[in-house]
């Protein structure tokens, strides 16, 4: 397997360094920037196999750096975060990151983190290379979903979620078995951050949020792709 890449953007270098020392022991290649507009170019020119993204930069803010990488790869995302605040988290979310981390932290639980991401994003699959409900598919080789015709642009968490609940029809899966399933690993807090990927996915899925028909709730239970009626 080749040497897995991490880009680490933080306008803090002591803390650059020290996650990136982590990281090294790890056996990972490493690209460091300080501000939005280094991260943007470094992205472009290096495609790391990962992200790790401060919310507070200088030049550009994290949020918009999220955004704009979104736009261009779909390279997985871990944020970092200063205020432990779930406002922040969420948007981080909802522009594409994958994951997010609040300061402080420790450096082995970043390093544990984008190993999680990678394990699940460049896993490779035996299982049937394509998933049909209703007029969604879901394409394991390709990494695509398609509504109808539409290609829809979905985070790799968000793949990982639809492709979970697809794959087993009818099945009730609750929050933090999501995010076993999804993240490979859980963390007290986390499992309610699937809300707001779920919030997401119907969105792009033109899934109406007050009356979903694809992604239902559970209430009190977790989420489900209901089973022979979506066939």
């Given amino acids: 397997m080749a040497q897995p890449t991490v880009l680490i953007v933080d306008d803090d270098s002591k803390l650059t360094q020290l996650v990136q020392t982590y990281f090294l022991k790890e056996g990972f290649y490493t690209y460091i920037g300080h501000d939005g507009y280094q991260a943007l170019q470094l992205v472009r ?121 697809a794959a087993n029809r009818g099945r009730v899966f609750s929050r933090l078995h999501i995010v076993e399933q999804v993240q490979g690993y859980t963390f007290d807090g986390y499992e309610r951050t699937i809300d707001a990927h779920i919030k997401n996915l119907r969105r792009k899925l033109a899934d109406n949020s007050r009356s979903p028909q694809l992604i239902q709730t559970v209430y009190g239970v977790g989420y489900k792709i209901a089973g022979d009626e979506h066939a």
């Fill in 45 to 165: 020119d290096k495609r790391p196999d990962i992200v790790i993204l401060d919310l507070m930069l200088p030049g550009i803010n994290g949020w918009d750096v999220c955004r704009q990488i979104r736009k261009e790869t779909d390279v997985p995302i871990l944020m970092l975060t200063a205020r432990d605040e779930e406002t922040d988290r969420l948007i981080g979310l909802e522009m594409g990151a994958d994951d997010y981390v609040t300061k402080p932290f420790s450096p082995r639980e970043v390093v544990a983190r984008a190993k999680a991401i990678l394990r699940r994003t460049q896993k490779s699959s035996s299982k049937e290379t394509q998933l049909k409900v209703g007029n969604l598919t879901i394409d394991r080789e390709r990494h695509m979903v398609i509504m109808g015709t539409e290609l829809l642009d979905l985070t790799p968490t968000e793949f990982k979620i639809i492709e979970l609940l």
